[in-house]
């Protein structure tokens, strides 16, 4: 285990692989990011609602295994490339993040410490039991403070870049639950994908992006739903591979 990640399940070759790169808001004890720490309870910290869902997939055995980032995404953002500068992000959706303002050196043991061990276990876990598929799961603010105007009434986007095998079948399943789903929205993933691109589509492994409303995901009740919406999705998505 490392404070990097955490690790959930039992990877299978030929199985169901999730990653949640923005799962906690833990800030280790040493960081201080000099930030108002009910900040650290909001999306710009956290995906809300992912880690647990993650847990409800896991449990129910619609996913063998799931890697969860274990810090929060102000401490390092590992959904982006090593080098982009919202890797150590120095402002969120309008906070400032004074924390952050690291020299090259600073920003270099930040990465040491959490990026690269976070994206070798993907890769180690990958390497050992090739997944059949990967699931990628976030969730997404109803509403953005630094652009309250914009009007987010998806309860749950599909994402992707190069590789689509999964989109239609994903947005499919997504929209046969009755919900409200965004093609490559509430942003697209052909312009913030990098787990993805680097885990998935370099290794020709299919998967799907998902995102999660959170005012929908955030208690016990909603989380139950999005898990059991996400196994059937899974489930279905599964039987396209083989066919």
């Known amino acids: 285990m490392s404070e990097a990640w955490v690790a959930l ?3 299978r070759a030929g199985g169901v692989l999730l990653i949640g790169d923005h799962a906690s808001n833990h800030v280790p004890a040493d960081i201080d990011l000099g930030i108002d720490p009910a900040l650290l309870t909001q999306h710009i910290a956290i995906d809300l609602g992912v880690a647990e869902v993650a847990a409800l997939l896991v449990e129910a055995a619609a996913v063998d295994a799931a890697i969860l980032g274990g810090v929060s995404r102000l401490v390092v953002d590992c959904n982006r490339d090593e080098d982009a500068p ?3 992000p120095i402002a969120s959706d309008g906070h400032a993040i004074p924390g952050n303002a690291l020299d090259h050196d600073g920003r270099e043991a930040r990465i040491a410490r959490v990026f690269r061990p976070y994206h070798d276990h993907i890769a180690a876990t990958i390497a050992a039991q090739r997944p059949a598929m990967i699931l990628s799961l976030h969730s997404f603010t109803p509403s953005l403070a630094s652009d ?3 009007v ?5 986007g599909v994402l992707y870049n190069e590789d689509d095998r999964l989109a239609a079948p994903a947005i499919a399943a997504l929209e046969g ?3 409200i789903v965004g093609d490559q929205l509430p942003y697209s993933g052909k ?3 990098a787990t993805m691109n680097r885990h998935a589509e370099a290794n020709g492994i299919p998967y799907v992006g998902i995102e999660m409303r959170q005012d929908l995901a955030r208690d016990a009740a909603g989380q139950a739903l999005f898990a059991e919406r996400l196994a059937r999705m899974c489930n279905k998505l599964a039987l396209n591979i083989a066919e």
Request: charged content about 15%; hydrophobic content about 35%.
């Open 9 to 11: 399940g039992s990877p």
């Open 86 to 88: 919202g890797a150590v």
């Open 148 to 150: 309250p105007d914009q």
């Open 152 to 156: 987010r009434p998806w309860q749950v």
């Open 177 to 179: 639950e009755g919900l």
């Open 191 to 193: 312009l913030l994908n």
